[in-house]
């Protein structure tokens, strides 16, 4: 597969660049949440959304 035009080739180090600073970036924000403040949401702000939602009607309610 060629590169696109104007861009060079990404090289496996630089690919591996990109994915850590991805993850740190996602890393830091997770810290940063407070995850246990969305318990108290209003319910019309806590609706189900995405594969989580597939995988909790599939298991009954409990997340495996």
Not at 17 to 25: L, N, P, S, T
């Amino acid at each position: 597969m060629k590169p696109a035009r104007g861009l060079p080739a990404a090289t496996p180090r630089w690919l591996a660049d990109v994915r850590i600073v991805i993850c740190a970036i996602l890393l830091t924000s997770g810290c940063r949440e407070d995850v246990p403040s969305i318990a108290h949401l209003p319910a019309s702000l806590r609706q189900p959304l995405g594969i989580l939602a597939l995988v909790e009607m599939a298991t009954g309610g409990a997340l495996p």
